[in-house]
T-cell receptor
Framework: KAGVTQTPRYLIKTRGQQVTLSCSPISGHRSVSWYQQTPGQGLQFLFEYFSETQRNKGNFPGRFSGRQFSNSRSEMNVSTLELGDSALYLC???????????????FGEGSWLTVV | SQKIEQNSEALNIQEGKTATLTCNYTNYSPAYLQWYRQDPGRGPVFLLLIRENEKEKRKERLKVTFDTTLKQSLFHITASQPADSATYLCALDPSGSGGYNKLIFGAGTRLAVHP
């Protein structure tokens, strides 16, 4: 089956702009979570959506937002981009329950964002 | 403060040897711990999950241990191969419930297996 698909794969934005990243989870998966990965901070949890509702949120400013659609596809948006937002943004999906329920979390290949 | 620590230094080993990676955590009480592999420019790939009531878990050449008293997990790759070269990440659910998919990751340990 198709894996987690993220688009775009690479993008360059200017400070102050906003960006929208898209994630299509594996068919049947209803949980979608987003992570930011940087060399300095590693992988950091942004938020998780389940059935169009945000179920968990990490410690990121309000400039970072997301949403999930009825087909489980998800988007995340970063407004007023800063240089420090340059990172690999990863989307992950799983079945309804958490990973401790035995549901494996599958990551996409990520979207590389460079802010100049 | 809450922390997950992995050896920040790269681990270099000879092919055929056993690689052992360490994950220590403080101020968490996780119900389970996970290990992932990440290749450069790719997303992490799930390898193993071990629950707090499991001392050891195996999958092919991989073995994970979980000591909740020491607050430590060890990840072993036996008969290592150059193809095992990658960064290995440990992760846990800070809520301890495991009901959601919010994971806190360690910084990862880069493993290099030399022929």
């Amino acid at each position: 089956k198709a894996g987690v698909t993220q688009t775009p794969r690479y993008l360059i934005k200017t400070r102050g702009q906003q960006v929208t990243l898209s994630c299509s989870p594996i068919s049947g998966h209803r949980s979608v979570s987003w992570y930011q990965q940087t060399p300095g901070q590693g992988l950091q949890f942004l938020f998780e959506y389940f059935s169009e509702t945000q179920r968990n949120k990490g410690n990121f400013p309000g400039r970072f937002s997301g949403r999930q659609f009825s087909n489980s596809r998800s988007e995340m948006n970063v407004s007023t981009l800063e240089l420090g937002d340059s990172a690999l943004y990863l989307c992950a999906s799983s079945l309804a329950g958490g990973s401790a329920s035995g549901n494996t979390i599958y990551f996409g290949e990520g979207s590389w964002l460079t802010v100049v | 403060s809450q922390k997950i620590e992995q050896n920040s230094e790269a681990l270099n080993i000879q092919e055929g040897k056993t690689a052992t990676l360490t994950c220590n955590y403080t101020n968490y009480s996780p119900a389970y711990l996970q290990w992932y592999r990440q290749d450069p420019g790719r997303g992490p790939v799930f390898l193993l999950l071990i629950r707090e009531n499991e001392k050891e878990k195996r999958k092919e050449r991989l073995k994970v241990t979980f000591d909740t008293t020491l607050k430590q997990s060890l990840f072993h790759i036996t008969a290592s191969q150059p193809a095992d070269s990658a960064t290995y990440l440990c992760a846990l659910d800070p809520s301890g419930s495991g009901g959601y998919n919010k994971l806190i990751f360690g910084a990862g340990t880069r493993l290099a297996v030399h022929p």
